[in-house]
């Protein structure tokens, strides 16, 4: 049984709060998020892009990085993003970074952010240990050389195991390991075995242990969508693992790659030239998937996953390329069937780039998402305390965005924490706290 008291609420009736809790087996209450005002990331006068943000379990430590001047530069908070350290620069001085990407383990320790040097030719990953406090030089690894694009690094509960993967200009998707929290990383692994095939797009997930690795892209030249998985921690990748997901289209406009704790339940959900939003998911630890299922049809784009810990809880975000709209359905049994489809935006000319982070238990559903009219810029968010049944009104974060948003939250949901480019080209932040209802409502757990 779980009971989620996000603060001290005071209870006039306790009867009446005894005879809730053992009535139902799972209580959640209500609550709002309110958002606090922007912090500013980087430094004016000159473009902050591709920024990115990621949380320790507990919400105590928030560690962003971001691009500014082909440097690859990051801050970290340790009071769950009410302030920042100073800026550190992690890439080498005097070349040519670009294409950050930041991940940390669940105590928000170990940090790594991998990028593309492109001076160079390289990919390249830095590492602190000290919960972002600093990156060494000596940290910094040379995982390959070559022309290479969409770096991306995920990394275990414990920081121990990091698993990278890029793709090169030949039609190879490649990833490389280490066991050792980034001392060392393997040599650079074929886990596509496409050679030779034109490739859209990758995605990388592990699980809790680091043990499962799936990593998946778009196949243009087969016009399929195609996984590999590792379940010995990175170690190896064989031809014959590599699944193409039955009934799929290649995506054309971006998709996204998710798995439990276990490993067991993997998803990906993609858009296919633009026409729908299609969903396969494996629940034998990615050895098989299911035939394509549609959950939208017609000018639909940029779709963004998340799910619970155990991977009952599914949930999807995208929008409408021809009317701009926002669209949100939720799953609670493991993907089998879904709900009917949400509005989430309001009426602007743009609306654009939705992201999507779900707690733990699969309850709490938040959703951020682009906007623009007149040459102005939002960020919104609303925001689901019911598995993604209703949700809250529409909060804007920000009227001064100048590009997309991400955003990441604590294992509870009791934190979040946003980060867009402003439209004068600075990275901002933003922490959002969730606030108890003035009015107790029960939510039985589906």
Known sequence: ??????????????????????????????????????????????????????????????????ERSNIIQSRSSSDSGQTYGVVKDVSPGGKFTTEPQITTDSSGQHVYIIWRNLSDNTIQVASSSDFGATFPIASIKTLESGIFINPLIVTDSTGQ?????????????????SSDFGKTFSFAQNVSFTGGDSIEEVKIDTNSTGQYVYIGWSNVSLNKMQINVSSDFGV??????????????????GFDLRIDNTGQHGYIVWDDSGLNINISR???????????????????????????????????????????????????????????????????????????????????????????????????????FDFGNT????????SISGGFSEIATNRSGSLSFSIWPTDQGIAQTSAGTLIPDNNIKEIIRP
């Not at 195991?161 to 390991?177: C, E, P, Y």
């Not at 190896?236 to 406009?253: D, E, M």
Request: glycine residues 6%.
């Open 1 to 66: 049984m779980f009971f989620q008291f996000q603060k001290l609420i005071k209870i006039k009736n306790v009867k009446k709060l005894l005879f809730i809790i053992f009535m139902f087996p799972t209580i959640f209450f209500a609550q709002e998020i309110l958002w606090d005002n922007a912090i500013d990331l980087s430094v004016s006068g000159s473009d902050a892009t591709n920024v990115h943000i990621v949380t320790s379990s507990s919400g105590q430590y928030v560690h962003t990085v971001w």
């Open 161 to 177: 195991f990091v698993h990278t993967t890029w793709q090169d200009l030949s039609g190879n998707v490649s990833s490389i390991s």
């Open 282 to 384: 494996s629940s034998d630890f990615g050895n098989s998937w299911t035939t394509t299922k549609i959950i939208s049809v017609l000018s639909v784009t940029r779709p963004s996953l998340d799910i619970s810990a155990d991977g009952k809880y599914v949930h999807v975000v995208w929008v409408n390329s021809g009317t701009t709209e926002i669209y949100v359905r939720s799953s609670l049994d493991f993907g089998a069937n879904f709900s009917s489809i949400k509005t989430l935006s309001i009426i602007l000319p743009v609306n654009d780039q939705p992201r999507i982070a779900v707690n733990d238990i699969g309850n709490i559903v938040q959703i951020l998402w682009y906007g623009s009219s007149g040459g102005i810029g939002f960020i919104f968010s609303r925001t689901s």
């Open 391 to 398: 949700f809250s009104p529409a909060q804007t974060i920000t």
């Open 236 to 253: 190896t990748w064989s031809a014959p693992t590599v699944r193409t997901i039955p009934g799929s289209l290649k995506s054309s406009a």
